[in-house]
């Protein structure tokens, strides 16, 4: 057989391939509009969004994969089916900080997939904001960075909020030059948010020296400044790089190469036991020696792991501190349950974040 058509067969075959996958795929969302059909002659009126089964299914999807796609890639391709199937049912609308092509917008988009009702809001408090009235099912907001650290204002605005932690996701951040200039040499200024320009200070200083450096509010922005202006170039990822039709003149030039950023999803539920979950607490300690001690020790003793622990004033009194603590497991385990219990009896106060799917993809 000549390789024209040992090629002719192989695509023929991948033609049936897409024809059942197709098929396979209507049929899943057939399924997802009975679902919503039963849903709704219960009495069911808001969205149908489970966290917990969501990562169920994904994490049963990658480990049952047997290549040659890898786990994490058949994840994400079955995360934009789900998401397709899900807006049959009811479209999640989701608030992040804008405009698109944010960081913030990836985020959300790695998360909820593409079939959404995105609101892009212009700062974290308006996150909160439309999320608490309704205007938004769900917000995703930045809480830290491998690099930079803890978001102090996402944790302050966390005190205040009836809102629960609904979901995380790690994204793996790759700053890209982005520019219409055709190589640096013709490059004079650079726009980015001001955390951008920090986290590419070695690459700027020794790739382009003498140039200067402007911080806006967002990477985005940057990008669509750069357009505008002979000479600029901007600091942002490849989606706004997309969105605004700039080119990446280089890619990956963040001094950190695991530079990460975790967001949290917020919304107005709790949600179920996933099987591999995350707790975030708010505690108080009591103004007294070893008290935080005495606070962590049911932990220990049960074996929960401790993945953070940051402290913030409290603002009720000089020297009086609060502490953010993310634990492994969830507040309906029966050890974690135990500890909490005991937690409470020995703090001023304790609040429960949110027990939440940890981040699958």
Not at 37 to 54: D, L, M, N, Q, V
Not at 72 to 91: K, N, Q, T, V, Y
Not at 150 to 157: A, C, E, N
Not at 346 to 352: F, G, K, Q, T
Request: with cysteine; hydrophobic share 40%; charged share 25%.
């Amino acid at each position: 057989m000549s390789e024209e058509k040992k090629l002719q067969a192989i695509r023929e075959q991948i033609d049936q391939l897409d024809q059942q996958i197709q098929d396979l795929i209507n049929q899943r969302a057939g399924c997802a509009q009975k679902v919503a059909e039963i849903k709704i002659a219960a009495g069911e009126t808001e969205h149908f969004y489970r966290p917990e089964r969501e990562a169920q299914i994904l994490r049963t999807i990658e480990s049952r994969n047997q290549g040659p796609l890898s786990g994490s890639e058949m994840a994400r391709l079955f995360r934009e089916i789900m998401s397709s199937c899900l807006a049959l049912e009811r479209p999640l609308k989701i608030a992040f900080l804008g405009p698109a092509g944010t960081y913030n917008h990836v985020a959300t988009v790695k998360h909820f997939g593409g079939s959404i009702e995105q609101l892009p809001v212009t700062n974290i408090e308006d996150v909160f904001r439309v999320v608490e009235t309704g205007q938004a099912q769900f917000g995703v907001v930045p809480i830290e960075n491998s690099t930079e650290g803890v978001i102090t204002h996402t944790l302050d605005l966390l005190i205040n909020s009836s809102l629960q932690i609904c979901g995380e996701v790690d994204l793996r951040i790759q700053h890209n030059l982005i520019s219409n200039e055709p190589s640096l040499a013709t490059i004079k200024k650079v726009f980015s948010h001001q955390q951008s320009l920090a986290q590419c200070r070695r690459w700027l200083d020794k790739n382009l020296p003498g140039v200067e450096h402007y911080a806006v509010r967002s990477n985005a922005e940057a990008v669509r400044l750069c357009k505008e202006e002979k000479g600029a170039a901007a600091i942002a990822g490849k989606m706004a790089s997309d969105i605004y039709g700039v080119p990446i003149l280089n890619t990956e030039i963040e001094d950190e190469p695991n530079n990460t950023t975790r967001f949290i999803v917020i919304g107005k539920d709790a949600v179920s036991v996933s099987g591999n979950d995350r707790t975030s607490l708010l505690v108080a300690a009591s103004n007294r020696p070893g008290a935080l001690h005495q606070l962590l020790k049911p932990l220990a003793s049960r074996g929960i792991g401790m993945s953070k622990i940051e402290s913030r004033p409290s603002r009720r009194g000089v020297w009086e501190y609060v502490f953010f603590i993310d634990i492994e497991g969830h507040k309906d385990d029966s050890l974690v349950a135990e500890a909490l219990k005991e937690i409470e009896h020995e703090s001023a106060m304790v609040r429960i974040l949110g027990s939440y799917p940890k981040a699958v993809l």
